[in-house]
């Protein structure tokens, strides 16, 4: 019989890579989303509908009966209230979890929860973490990705529109490095997940590169994609705090919620995001297609085509 998974996030910007994963595997697949939200592409793909959120029990019950795992991809990673972090990433995963047990459950984490003092968002991953290592009978892991970009990134644009007129922003953080993973191959790595045996733990994954990068590596990748020199531009703390703080305002007055708040900052100037745990690509045999140059080109050419640059 063909085996069903049960996805959440399908709708973000990791979802419909992964549905297109898992659709190749042979899965079919059964999707909870938000009523009223636009469905992921899903032509050619076995997929069933479950309408709710993470806080309907009723529809996490009806999505996770029966199926053979669970991939947990949704959660926050901008809010209104910082204590919407901690309903969404941590209390959200333990409701879905507690209702498949024994089902094997792969819930996407964040680099971040490594620094959970830094910020709201990063404390709510790790505490995520926590709760599946102590709740779980199954089998479970938790991938832990760090940037992440790639076609469909809203996130990520505004640093390759910048880059179109030959300036790459940074932050001002001396010797600072970080990993990436194009977002193609993190699907990859999850669908992997769940086919191959690996011990229940908390797993880190990026594409492979040893040591990361800086950010004079990202601008000249930047700028070989766009066919052009980049400047790199350091962008002092206050500053960006000042953005950060004004943000922050206009979310108080109901204005459109940001990624970039004074905690974000925290982890923006957080020096070290490289990831040096290799276990799960030892254990899965999980190799990259993308590295920066490739996958610069690769998201570039998609945001042209889109239109978006």
Request: charged share 20%; hydrophobic share 50%.
């Amino acid at each position: 019989m063909q085996k069903r998974i049960a996805v959440t996030g399908a709708t973000g910007f990791v979802g419909p890579h992964l549905i297109a994963a898992l659709a190749r595997r042979g899965w079919s697949l059964r999707l909870l989303i938000r009523r009223w939200s636009p469905l992921p592409p899903m032509a050619g793909v076995d997929a069933e509908v479950v309408w709710g959120d993470l806080a309907d029990e009723a529809a996490l019950r009806a999505l996770v009966t029966g199926v053979d795992a669970v991939i947990h991809l949704a959660g926050l990673i901008k809010a209104r209230r910082q204590e919407d972090f901690a309903l969404i990433n941590r209390d959200a995963t333990a409701r879905l979890s507690a209702l498949a047990p024994d089902t094997p459950f792969i819930f996407l984490s964040s680099l971040a929860a490594r620094e959970p003092h830094l910020s709201p968002y990063a404390a709510s991953k790790h505490a995520a973490e926590e709760v599946l290592s102590s709740q779980r009978s199954g089998p479970w892991l938790a991938l832990r990705a760090p940037a992440v970009y790639g076609p469909g990134d809203r996130e990520t644009l505004a640093y390759f529109r910048s880059a179109r007129w030959g300036v790459a922003l940074q932050p001002a953080v001396p010797g600072a490095c970080l990993s990436l993973i194009h977002v193609a191959d993190l699907a990859e790595a999850l669908a992997l997940a769940v086919e191959r045996q690996v011990a229940a733990e908390v797993y880190e994954i990026d594409d492979g590169c040893d040591g990361g990068y800086s950010y004079a590596d990202m601008a000249k990748a930047a700028g070989h994609a766009l066919g052009r020199d980049e400047r790199s531009v350091s962008i002092p703390r206050i500053v960006i705090m000042a953005i950060a703080a004004a943000n922050e305002v206009i979310q108080s007055m109901g204005g459109p919620v940001k990624i970039l708040t004074q905690n974000k900052v925290n982890e923006i100037f957080h020096p070290d995001w490289v990831v040096r745990d290799r276990r799960f690509a030892t254990a899965t045999g999980f190799a990259p297609r993308f590295d920066l140059g490739t996958g610069f080109g690769n998201t570039i050419s998609w945001y042209r085509a889109q239109k978006w640059l």
